[in-house]
């Protein structure tokens, strides 16, 4: 009797998930023409403000029909990032009379996507990577943009060679670090110079809410349209100086990746067994794992030159190995109310920082427990 009652349910949920998915691929029949029709008229992908519009609207419908409007900004947040990468297959293109962009390197990881996303977007593209140097005149020849996305222990010597480019092309570069290569282009050639370092990795399916940090080298007014480019491919374009550039790298790149390849270290050499680590890990402890995890799945060469290229680093690393050995002697000298007093110092200098912080890693723990498949035996 019991087993019917929930055999009837589980038949009318099973229908109820089916007429989702029906839902979901209507919407994304139509979401694909919206992306049509912005490629055509030139409209971005990503359109802050309809989508603020949007999750309110569907937040109040949640909440007259008893749902939570959490749970509904959720699924639309994913079925949101979903159509943006199966909108993005054309884009506008920000200056049709552009002529040929090169890309330097554009057989390499980011170099390809960069390559696809120019082609995509109408632009005539030619690649030269390094065993094409010796076509390099007839490629580089009455290019209007030349993108150099090479190793970045190569970067200054690949600048080196592009001397001969034409006055009015674009030299610029996508380098995760910018005041060298920056420099470097400013001196070999005197047309317009722009450093690029976009923050993310080449695997990504779309630009949409990806930043690229735009470094200013001369004549901006001529390297305009390519930004106007990268906005139109969705990304947050964010102007700063190639120095303030760099020393946030130090931050957000050397100490984060140094961090995680220290942390590498030490779990190898302690040699737990990691799959008990894993069966009795909480949420928290897979996140960290997989944050450091996936960067020994990734090319150790790329986080080299990341880590030794930046000329802050070093230093950073140093002071935070000083600060580790202060924390330290806090444990070591069972000083607990020092430990709590310096928590308190941080908490203050996170201020509000750090509930926002609480509420952003609350969605990530719970989608890290949502992935997760256990055998519970029943
Ligand atoms: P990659 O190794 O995948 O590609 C580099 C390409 O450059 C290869 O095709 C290689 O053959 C080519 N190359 C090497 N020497 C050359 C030469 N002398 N002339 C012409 N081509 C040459 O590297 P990647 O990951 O694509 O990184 C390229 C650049 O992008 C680096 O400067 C890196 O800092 C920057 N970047 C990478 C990422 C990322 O996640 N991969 C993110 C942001 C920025």
């Given at each position: 009797?019991?087993?019917?009652?929930?055999?009837?349910?589980?038949?009318?949920?099973?229908?109820?998930?089916?007429?989702?998915?029906?839902?979901?691929?209507?919407?994304?029949?139509?979401?694909?023409?919206?992306?049509?029709?912005?490629?055509?008229?030139?409209?971005?992908?990503?359109?802050?403000?309809?989508?603020?519009?949007?999750?309110?609207?569907?937040?109040?419908?949640?909440?007259?029909?008893?749902?939570?409007?959490?749970?509904?900004?959720d699924?639309?947040?994913?079925?949101?990032?979903?159509?943006?990468?199966?909108q993005?297959?054309?884009?506008?293109?920000?200056?049709?009379?552009?002529?040929?962009?090169?890309?330097?390197?554009?057989?390499?990881?980011?170099?390809?996507?960069?390559?696809?996303?120019?082609?995509?977007?109408?632009?005539?593209?030619?690649?030269?990577?390094?065993?094409?140097?010796?076509?390099?005149?007839?490629?580089?020849?009455?290019?209007?943009?030349?993108?150099?996305?090479?190793?970045?222990?190569?970067?200054?010597?690949?600048?080196?060679?592009?001397?001969?480019?034409?006055?009015?092309?674009?030299?610029?570069?996508?380098?995760?670090?910018?005041?060298?290569?920056?420099?470097?282009?400013l001196?070999?050639?005197?047309?317009?110079?722009?450093?690029?370092?976009p923050?993310?990795?080449?695997?990504?399916?779309?630009?949409?809410?990806?930043?690229?940090?735009?470094?200013?080298?001369?004549?901006?007014?001529?390297?305009?349209?390519?930004?106007?480019?990268?906005?139109?491919?969705?990304?947050?374009?964010?102007?700063?100086?190639?120095?303030?550039?760099?020393?946030?790298?130090?931050?957000i790149?050397?100490?984060?990746?140094?961090?995680?390849?220290?942390?590498?270290?030490?779990?190898?050499?302690?040699?737990?067994?990691?799959?008990?680590?894993?069966?009795?890990?909480?949420?928290?402890?897979?996140?960290e794992?997989?944050?450091?995890?996936?960067?020994?799945?990734?090319?150790p060469?790329?986080?080299?030159?990341?880590?030794?290229?930046?000329?802050?680093?070093?230093?950073?690393?140093?002071?935070?190995?000083?600060?580790?050995?202060?924390?330290?002697?806090?444990?070591e000298?069972?000083?607990?109310q020092?430990?709590?007093?310096?928590?308190?110092?941080?908490?203050?200098?996170?201020?509000?920082?750090?509930?926002?912080?609480?509420?952003?890693?609350?969605?990530?723990?719970?989608?890290?427990?949502?992935d997760?498949?256990?055998?519970?035996?029943?």
């Open positions: 009797m019991a087993d019917n009652i929930l055999q009837t349910l589980r038949v009318q949920i099973d229908d109820i998930d089916s007429q989702l998915v029906d839902l979901l691929a209507a919407r994304s029949q139509l979401t694909k023409q919206v992306g049509e029709y912005k490629s055509q008229v030139g409209l971005p992908i990503y359109v802050p403000s309809r989508e603020a519009e949007l999750l309110e609207k569907r937040r109040q419908q949640a909440q007259e029909k008893e749902v939570s409007p959490n749970l509904v900004e699924i639309l947040r994913r079925v949101m990032r979903e159509s943006y990468q199966t993005s297959h054309q884009y506008l293109c920000a200056n049709s009379e552009a002529g040929k962009v090169v890309v330097v390197g554009g057989k390499g990881a980011l170099g390809g996507f960069f390559v696809s996303m120019f082609e995509r977007s109408g632009y005539q593209v030619e690649v030269l990577d390094k065993d094409d140097w010796e076509s390099a005149g007839n490629v580089l020849n009455n290019a209007s943009l030349v993108l150099v996305s090479v190793p970045i222990r190569f970067t200054q010597t690949v600048i080196s060679e592009l001397s001969r480019l034409p006055p009015y092309c674009i030299l610029a570069d996508v380098t995760s670090v910018k005041s060298a290569p920056l420099a470097s282009m001196e070999v050639h005197q047309g317009p110079v722009v450093g690029l370092h923050m993310f990795g080449p695997n990504i399916k779309s630009m949409a809410k990806q930043v690229v940090v735009v470094c200013e080298g001369r004549k901006a007014e001529d390297y305009k349209w390519l930004v106007d480019q990268i906005a139109i491919w969705g990304a947050a374009v964010y102007h700063t100086t190639a120095q303030q550039h760099d020393d946030a790298m130090a931050f790149q050397v100490m984060r990746h140094f961090s995680s390849f220290v942390y590498g270290a030490h779990l190898a050499k302690e040699n737990p067994d990691l799959d008990l680590l894993i069966a009795l890990s909480s949420p928290i402890y897979r996140l794992l997989a944050m450091v995890g996936r960067l020994f799945a990734q090319d060469v790329l986080y080299a030159d990341i880590i030794f290229s930046n000329n802050k680093g070093f230093e950073l690393l140093q002071r935070f190995s000083t600060r580790l050995q202060e924390c330290l002697t806090l444990v000298n069972g000083d607990k020092g430990f709590i007093d310096q928590f308190h110092h941080i908490a203050d200098w996170l201020g509000d920082y750090a509930n926002e912080c609480l509420k952003d890693s609350e969605k990530l723990l719970q989608k890290a427990n949502d997760r498949t256990l055998n519970t035996g029943i």
